[in-house]
């Protein structure tokens, strides 16, 4: 079987898992069944489809597996919405719509994804002005002590989901290129390896602006996951373990001087370690009066919501999100958003929602997912015929799917909680778009390093010298 066949044969399972949680979510609110199920699966099948045709005409050696996977995702994502509220479906289905029409957009005009190496300092300051956009004063916006969006009108979008991109290409370009004299010119000094100023210092200069935009944001998710695939790209560009050890090493440090020095973060990781304390974060009492609480409830909440689930969980929709009554009086916006019993249970804690609802297979069988996502994106810069092309797979891969473990780990009190979303399952446009950007280009590289080879040129038989 060819792998186009393939992935058009991986899409009817996630259609089929589409109309079953639609199914259940219907039988559980209204005790009947109707068509609409059936219709809302024959829409996703028909988006996913069209995709798969179109990547059947433009890319026809890709990963088989890659878009099935995130399809897969996505349908997870709106059963979930689908059981918090209508609405956030439907919005969430139309934005998955925008993000497959972008992925082939992306696929038609950048033909060749190589031509990113010539532009690498514009994109990498075009992520960094990406990174400050939520700071300006208008159309930033603070949410929980981070500025993580910008407010253009009717519509909003987080910069730095897009940024994660830009700031990949540019290392993996510029380390594409300085890999041998970051790896031969490099030094030995009391045991570590110090690798040239001259060579390494224009990489440390746009890292360095990219984490200090983001602290100044305070989008500590969005540093961690930045610096990750920075570690993982120098590795994979040096085959320099000392690298990593070093930089794991500053990272300790910048952490603990980042969260005695940033309120935000030190309640963050208060808040982490004594989560079920009765004042983590040293509330006054005037705050605690007032109803303040820095965040803690949203944890408590989540690890209570993911120990009622159990080993099954509740089933969809029959976890307990909503008190009937006078549960939330005071709410000036509609649910989720106020009135859940479950804080963000349609961004931050989508995840806490699906193991209530599905047990902790079921949050299981989802972390599998991306695994499976990781493990062909790895795959694939494996299989790349060139250094930019394996960099760019990998920290691609890297990024995507440490953004999954900052939001998991958070969600399970792993590590502290961050605001970042899970890719392709959390409500959000400018997550998705991003990924769907992201995914294409993981698509180009492994059509070009699954590519068959020309067959080499057969010699010309020389021709025999005529006698004197």
């Not at 209508?86 to 139309?94: F, G, N, R, T, Y």
């Not at 909503?322 to 961004?347: E, M, R, V, W, Y």
């Not at 599905?358 to 299981?364: N, W």
């Amino acid at each position: 079987m060819s792998a186009r066949n393939r992935e058009l044969l991986a899409l009817i399972p996630v259609a089929i898992l589409v109309t079953a949680g639609f199914t259940a979510v219907f039988i559980v609110e209204s005790s009947q069944i109707g068509d609409i199920s059936l219709i809302y699966g024959g829409y996703f099948l028909a988006v996913c489809v069209g995709v798969h045709l179109f990547i059947r005409v433009r890319l026809p050696y890709a990963d088989p597996y890659l878009f099935p996977l995130c399809a897969l995702l996505a349908a997870i994502g709106l059963v979930m919405l689908f059981r918090i509220n209508d609405d956030l479906a439907l919005k969430q289905a139309s934005i998955f719509v925008g993000g497959a029409v972008l992925l082939a957009l992306t696929i038609l005009f950048v033909r060749d994804y190589h031509a990113l190496q010539r532009y690498r300092y514009l994109i990498a300051t075009g992520g960094i002005l990406l990174l400050m956009a939520p700071r300006l004063p208008g159309i930033g916006a603070q949410v929980n002590g981070a500025y993580l969006g910008i407010n253009l009108g009717p519509f909003s979008f987080q910069p730095a989901e897009i940024a994660k991109i830009c700031i990949v290409i540019f290392l993996a370009s510029y380390l594409a290129e300085k890999r041998e004299l970051l790896t031969v010119a490099a030094r030995r000094v009391a045991g570590l390896t110090i690798p040239p100023i001259k060579h390494f210092g224009p990489l440390l200069v746009v890292w360095g602006a990219t984490m200090i935009m983001l602290i100044y944001i305070r989008d500590l998710g969005s540093s961690l996951m930045f610096f990750g695939a920075f570690l993982a790209l120098l590795y994979v560009a040096t085959a320099r373990l000392s690298y990593v050890i070093t930089g794991l090493a500053l990272f300790l440090v910048g952490a603990t001087l980042i969260a005695s020095q940033i309120t935000h973060v030190r309640d963050r990781v208060d808040i982490w370690q004594n989560t079920f304390d009765k004042n983590p974060c040293h509330l006054t009492k005037q705050e605690l009066h007032a109803g303040e609480d820095c965040g803690v409830g949203q944890i408590q909440q989540s690890l209570f919501a993911q120990a009622d689930g159990g080993l099954f969980g509740q089933g969809l929709g029959e976890s307990l999100l909503k008190l009937p009554g006078p549960f939330a009086p005071n709410c000036q916006q509609p649910f989720p958003d106020c009135g859940s019993i479950l804080p963000a249970p349609h961004t931050d804690e989508i995840y806490a929602l699906i193991v209530a609802e599905l047990g902790l297979f079921g949050g299981a069988a989802l972390i599998v997912v991306y695994a499976l996502i990781a493990a062909r994106g790895f795959k694939t810069a494996v299989m790349a015929r060139d250094g930019f092309s394996k960099l760019l797979a990998t920290g691609l891969t890297a990024v995507f799917a440490l953004q999954a473990v900052v939001i998991i780990g958070g969600v399970v009190k792993f590590i502290p909680l961050t605001g970042v979303t899970l890719p392709f399952v959390s409500f959000g446009g400018s997550s998705v778009i991003a990924n769907m950007i992201l995914l294409a280009l993981l698509l180009m590289i492994s059509n070009d390093a699954r590519r068959p080879l020309p067959p080499p040129r057969e010699a010309e038989p020389m021709l025999e010298e005529l006698p004197a």
